[in-house]
């Protein structure tokens, strides 16, 4: 079956400029994740959705950086105002459980965010 | 505040060897504990998990774990490495309240070489 798909997988942006990250998740999946891989930070967390509420945006960095879900599936990660920071790879991943601690994440391939 | 620590950022196995990647960590709370393997350029791939029972978990590709409460560990192991199991692997871990928002460590490269 589909897993969880991205898009575009590669964005070159000028410092600045806005952009936004699309995330299709797993078809019955209730809960959406976005994490951001960098060298410098790892693997972080960003926001998480139940449905279409985000009831944890404790790991989005500013308020340049916010999410939304629709209809309970496709999300959007929109970061405002580009900075060379903001350059990483960001990941996808979505789950069964609504907030379940047992379900496993399915990851999508990323988007590789280059800020220039 | 929850974390994970893998403290070998390289493992180089030979084929045919067993091999051990380290993780331990830090939570407020039962723990729920990952492994992800991440190849070249593509997201990450679940290989299992443990939530609760037998502290020995058997996962994907051969892989398993060991949950020791008592040390706060939870290393991934296989009997025997394959040239293919060479990748970048993370542990994570997140608690009952965290809505599954998973913490991970820095990774470890792992090389197999023949």
């Known amino acids: 079956g589909a897993g969880v798909s991205q898009s575009p997988s590669n964005k070159v942006t000028e410092k600045g400029k806005d952009v936004e990250l699309r995330c299709d998740p797993i078809?019955?999946?209730?809960?959406l994740y976005w994490y951001r891989q960098s060298l410098g930070q790892g693997l972080e967390f960003l926001i998480y959705?139940?449905?279409?509420?985000?009831?944890?945006k404790s790991g989005l960095p500013s308020d340049r950086f916010s999410a939304e879900r629709t209809g309970g599936s496709v999300s959007t990660l929109t970061i405002q105002r580009t900075q060379q920071e903001d350059s990483a790879v960001y990941l996808c991943?979505?789950?069964?459980?609504?907030?379940?601690?047992?379900?496993?994440?399915?990851f999508g391939p990323g988007t590789r965010l280059t800020v220039t | 505040a929850q974390s994970v620590a893998q403290p070998e950022d390289q493992v180089n196995v030979a084929e045919g060897n067993p091999l051990t990647v380290k993780c331990t960590y830090s939570?407020?709370?039962?723990?729920?504990l990952f492994w992800y393997v991440q190849y070249p350029n593509r997201g990450l791939q679940f290989l299992l998990k443990y939530i609760t029972g037998d502290n020995l978990v058997k996962g994907s590709y051969g892989f398993e774990a060991e949950f020791n409460k008592s040390q706060t560990s939870f290393h991934l192991k296989k009997p025997s490495a394959l040239v293919s199991d060479s990748a970048l692997y993370f542990c994570?871990?997140?608690?009952?309240?965290?809505?599954?928002?998973?913490?991970f460590g820095q990774g470890t490269e792992l090389s197999v070489k023949p």
């Open positions: 939570v407020s709370g039962n723990p729920y």
């Open positions: 959705f139940q449905g279409n509420s985000a009831p944890d």
């Open positions: 994570a871990v997140t608690i009952y309240n965290q809505g599954g928002k998973l913490i």
């Open positions: 991943a979505s789950s069964l459980g609504a907030g379940g601690v047992s379900y496993e994440q399915y």
């Open positions: 078809s019955g999946h209730t809960a």
